[in-house]
């Protein structure tokens, strides 16, 4: 029998996908995090995650890597030439032949859109642009966080929050909202305890920092200037980066879809950040025209649906589609 495998790697979970291509039946593992830049022992400790996944869904379906004929890796915090030679040579490790690799904001335009090309803007823990046009050919712009100066993404609105936070305590002098959110957040009442709590609650993992994010949404709704400066200045750099993309990579069409994926994106606490982007494309870019599409199907799908094209099945999204739909309803295995 023959198989394909499709891997949406993240920064809290990694979905990890078996299809039988003749009995048409998948299995899909639940996996943590695979992202070398979050994980503590960095790419080593993904190489070594990455064995324990493929291994067990393998292991659960009694077949070899040799089983597979084709498969598609969509890692989070692959950004980089040097980082895909790595992650790479890992799965080549793991006895892959024939493969995909790439950045899993790609899987977003492969699940979300029917052409199979366009936009993806990503704004989940981290924050990402990435296209594929009609020739199938990519281009990135973004995801190593402050240093490609990312604006965008849980962790680095999280961060502004609370620096924020810190700015309006101790030098503005000030109070507002997001500053009052924040503070609830880390159940602090006192100004000269905030800082310790911060600290003490990121040793300690108990309030993550991109948790921290919803508060800039939930203040921007209430009316706090500095919160709604935060989300257009977002969406600013989400336009410019799509501009960036568009003069590296043709596009026919007049009108373009963007996907638009990541929990700050489709949890729908504002519509801001929505208003201030369409805004903003259409200053930037005025020659295109939009349309924006929320991301309704988990990426996943988008891998194996590019693993199935890959393998010439025909109409290879309907099928991941169908294929995701039963596992939801319990007619095949999803752990």
Known sequence: MQYVLAVDGGGTKTHCMLYNLERQEADLLHFGATNHEILVGGLEEMRQRLRDMTGQVMTRNNI??????????????????????????????????????????????????????????????????????????VFQVGGQFEITGDFGGGLLLGKEAVKTTFMNLFRYRTETILTRMVMDEYEVTCQYEFMDRV????????????????????????????????????????????????????FDDEQIEIVLAGSLFTKGWSDIHLSALQCKLKAYIPQKQFALRMLEQPPV??????????????????????????????SKRST
């Open 199 to 250: 600290t003490d609650w990121a040793n300690s993992g108990k309030m993550p920092i991109p948790h921290i994010a919803k508060c800039v949404f939930d203040a921007a709704n209430a009316g706090d200037l500095q919160a709604v400066a935060m989300l257009e200045r977002m969406a600013e750099e989400y336009a410019l980066s799509v501009k960036t993309l568009l003069e590296e990579l043709s």
């Open 301 to 330: 799908i988008g891998a194996l649906s590019w693993a199935l094209e890959k393998h010439s099945i025909d109409h290879p999204l309907s099928t991941a589609r169908n294929v995701m739909k039963n596992i939801s309803k319990g």
């Open 64 to 137: 070899e890597v040799k089983d597979i004929a084709y498969s598609v890796w969509g890692m989070a915090g692959l950004d980089t030439k040097s980082q895909h030679a790595i992650i790479n040579g890992f799965i080549k490790e793991l006895g892959f032949k024939d493969f995909t690799l790439c950045n899993d904001a790609y899987l977003c335009i492969k699940a979300g859109l029917e052409t199979g090309y366009g936009i993806c803007l990503l704004n989940g823990t981290g924050y990402n642009v990435a296209g594929i046009n009609h020739e199938q050919k």
